[in-house]
């Protein structure tokens, strides 16, 4: 019997990692799933009422139900399988008073990107260093490469900047008319609010 709790235990950590790790698109859940494996070793750990079989046992089935579930949340992200059905979408803009094939045209903007005909679209406004197209090892890059106390001067970050290119370059290249001390302060509210 304990042998079963045991496995089921482990199971049940596992699947919880997996889940959040495999659904999860921000960075935030590096820092969540750090935090839950901290608690997951102790618990495997630190039991003084355990043997060495159960401990095995408990690893051994988070082990396996932890990829099997890393897997399954990245299929039901990458598959939608927690999103609502195109038929329910429609119906949702239906019900918002929009005709059937403006609710169409705006369900196929969304899913597909298309633009509704007779349209235009903007580029959607991102906050400065969030760019949904990098990983997130990349964006850690750039704010890495941007630290403060990688330069001798304000004007040396800021030209750093510019060779980042993206919106720290647009950033950059705005900053001309302002003072050198408030340039400095609009960089490091700009790095804070991406970078930290």
């Known amino acids: 019997m ?5 496995i089921f235990a ?3 950590l596992g699947a919880a990692v997996g889940i959040l790790v495999g659904m999860s698109t921000a960075p935030v859940v590096a820092i969540v799933v750090s935090s839950l494996v901290a608690l997951v070793a102790t618990f495997f750990g630190l039991s003084s009422q355990t043997t060495e079989g159960t401990k095995v046992l408990r690893i051994a089935s988070f082990g396996l139900a932890c990829p099997m579930a890393v897997f399954i949340g990245l299929g039901a992200r990458s598959h939608g399988w927690l999103t609502p059905s195109i038929q329910h979408q429609i119906a949702d803009w239906t019900n918002a008073g929009y005709s059937p094939a403006e609710a169409r045209s705006f369900v196929a903007f969304r899913e597909l990107g298309l ?7 903007a580029e959607p406004q991102q906050p400065l260093g969030i760019r949904g197209d990098l990983p997130s090892e990349t964006r850690q890059a750039e704010c890495d490469h941007l630290l403060t106390s990688r330069f001798a001067s304000g004007a040396d970050r800021i030209y750093a900047m510019r060779k980042e290119g ?3 370059k647009a950033l950059a290249n705005s900053l001309g008319d302002l003072d050198r001390s408030r340039q400095n302060a609009v960089v490091d509210a700009a790095y804070g609010l991406a970078c930290q």
């Open 2 to 6: 304990r042998s079963i709790q045991e």
């Open 10 to 12: 482990g199971v049940g």
């Open 166 to 168: 993206g919106a720290w």
């Open 115 to 121: 633009i509704p005909e007779g349209q235009k679209t």
